[in-house]
């Protein structure tokens, strides 16, 4: 490899072992990840590989830098051909195929601002991105089951209300009133940068977050956040410039881009995208063998499956580095997984309105369950209820120090612009100089972080604040416990009890018996006051379709309950 772009943008400070004790991220005014990554690689780089995609069933497609740039070529003309024009938002559906990676780039080149959204949502789902984001284009895979028949109901329901119709373009397949995308690429005129598309400020790339505990909010952020993805692939997932990348993420997810395209591409790596409809580990593992997958990432839930199976009995040996990040970690899938492996997993936090705050480096040794210690690409403070600065050990909310954008200071990479059309909700988050992001943790006198849980899922038993997550990690190492969803439930004398709604591995276990099971176990592995007075069993939580559990629902169907609404 003769050219990497991450070169242009970081400064680095060596220390004596070798490893970066600080660094620097600088973008350009005119900075177009499109135009200055991809482009520049498809020139100086053409022949190495970018993505190479495969599926389930064998087949498999590699694509050169110099593919990459030529496509997105394509898709930016053919999106001006059809009136598509910088500022206007089109939502991208084409859960795990390539044409996702030219469509997005081509609405960078373009100036247009890029919305990925999940394949799963239905039409109640869709009316609120349509009509919350003004969508002007839908751009979707035909493969997907009855995906393209949610887009008609949730446009029709908002012509209903005079809203006009956005174009329909259909990937792989023919539908009656929809464009052709893959025609519409292969006839696109020749493209050339326009002498101004964009200034670095502008939106970019936009995202509903999954709507935990409320109504999905809308989040953009602007053309120089790609850079601020450095440190995620080249410090914490560690990506080899001659290895191959796998981050299990659908591509309508945040994660997609922090892990199959930005970092991963300014360090000139191939993308690895495996492509399934349904999850299995077997097959996954089979793949990242057969793949050659040298780095590796995924949220907790992927490796809780992947330790189940015997990994001894796959080749992992050119597996080198993997990362994890979604929710916190359960020490009990780190320490498994070690074991089996010898591969340390590195944890990272973030949210769709950051890159990676907090992290793991590949150099620093993990603490099982903790999220690392703060990037320095960001300044991360705990600040407790009044304002004040956390001490080692003491909870604190984790937030950001940067101006909000409204008010002209400093501009941090990688921090969202703000919610849009919701200036009172930017406004709460986004005060006193920091931005709040209403998670809490502690800091250990080692300067790492652990997760303590959201501001709003916190339980305050008998006095005692319980962070969800701190029980559900105790429950889930029962080993009658499938997944589990921890949750306060008012009571007159405590404030609140503890509540966990527990789906058990074999139904038919369920029952007084396991119940009292439970409790006796999470009482002699925690602290007294921490254990489950109510155990409830169910077949499936309520997830968003991201798969967090909402553990609001939950909330609200007890609170219906108690007051015999239900």
Not at 154 to 162: S, V
Request: charged content about 25%.
């Amino acid at each position: 490899m003769t050219f990497s772009p991450h070169h242009d943008y970081l400064t680095e400070e060596i220390g004596p072992d070798g490893h970066p004790v600080r660094y620097r991220l600088d973008c350009p005014d005119d900075f177009n990840f499109a135009y200055d990554v991809v482009d520049r690689l498809g020139r100086l780089e053409p022949d190495r590989l970018a993505l190479r995609w495969s599926d389930q069933h064998g087949a498999r497609a590699d694509y050169s830098f110099a593919d990459v740039a030529d496509l997105s070529d394509r898709a930016a003309a053919y999106f001006a051909s059809l009136g598509i024009a910088p500022g206007d938002r089109v939502l991208v559906i084409l859960k795990r195929r390539p044409e996702f990676w030219w469509a997005l780039l081509g609405l960078h080149k373009l100036g247009a601002v890029a919305l990925p959204a999940t394949h799963l949502l239905k039409a109640y789902d869709l009316v609120y991105r349509l009509r919350q984001a003004n969508i002007v284009a839908v751009v979707a895979t035909l493969e997907a089951d009855g995906l393209a028949r949610e887009v008609e109901l949730a446009e029709a329901e908002l012509a209903l209300n005079g809203a006009p119709r956005p174009l329909n373009l259909g990937a792989h397949g023919r539908r009656p009133g929809w464009l052709d995308f893959d025609l519409g690429l292969a006839q696109a005129p020749p493209w050339t940068r326009p002498a101004t598309c964009q200034r670095i400020g502008d939106p970019m790339l936009a995202y509903f977050t999954s709507g935990t505990t409320a109504d999905p909010k809308l989040v953009t952020h602007d053309f120089a956040y790609p850079i601020a993805h450095i440190p995620t692939a080249k410090y914490w997932q560690r990506v080899d410039p001659d290895g191959l990348h796998l981050t299990v993420s659908e591509s309508g997810w945040a994660k997609a881009v922090w892990g199959k395209l930005y970092g991963q591409w300014l360090m000139a790596a191939a993308v690895d995208v495996y492509d399934f409809d349904r999850f299995d580990p077997r097959q996954l593992l089979d793949h990242i063998v057969a793949a050659g997958v040298t780095s590796f990432c995924a949220a907790p839930t992927v490796y809780r499956f992947l330790i189940g199976c015997d990994l001894k009995a796959w080749d992992l040996s050119r597996l080198t580095h993997c990362a994890i990040a979604g929710e916190a970690m359960n020490p009990v899938v780190y320490e498994t997984f070690r074991d089996l492996t010898g591969i340390e997993l590195k944890e990272a936090y973030g949210q769709t309105e950051t890159t990676a705050t907090v992290m793991t480096p590949y150099w620093l040794k993990t603490k099982a369950g903790s999220m690392g210690q703060p990037s320095p690409a960001y300044d991360v403070v705990l600040l407790t209820a009044d304002g004040s600065q956390a001490t080692p050990g003491q909870e604190g909310e984790i937030c950001l120090r940067a101006d909000p954008p409204a008010a002209g200071g400093r501009r941090q990479l990688g921090l969202f612009q703000g919610y849009v059309g919701d200036d009172r909700l930017t406004a709460q988050v986004w005060h006193d100089g920091f931005y709040h992001t209403r998670d809490l943790a502690l800091r250990d006198q080692d300067g790492y972080l652990w997760y303590v849980g959201r501001t709003d899922d916190m339980i305050k038993t008998s006095g005692y604040r319980v962070s969800p997550f701190e029980v559900e990690s105790v429950v889930l190492q029962h080993p009658a416990v499938r997944e589990v969803a921890v949750t306060g439930v008012y009571d007159e004398v405590r404030g609140a009890v503890i509540k966990a709604t527990v789906v058990p591995h074999h139904p038919q276990e369920a029952g007084e018996a396991l119940a009292a099971d439970i409790k006796a176990f999470v009482k002699s592995r925690t602290a007294p006051y921490k254990y489950p007075r109510l155990i409830e069993f169910c077949d499936q939580l309520p997830m968003t379709i991201s798969g967090k559990i909402r553990r609001g629902e939950i909330r609200r169907r007890d609170a219906l309950a108690a007051a015999g609404a239900v």
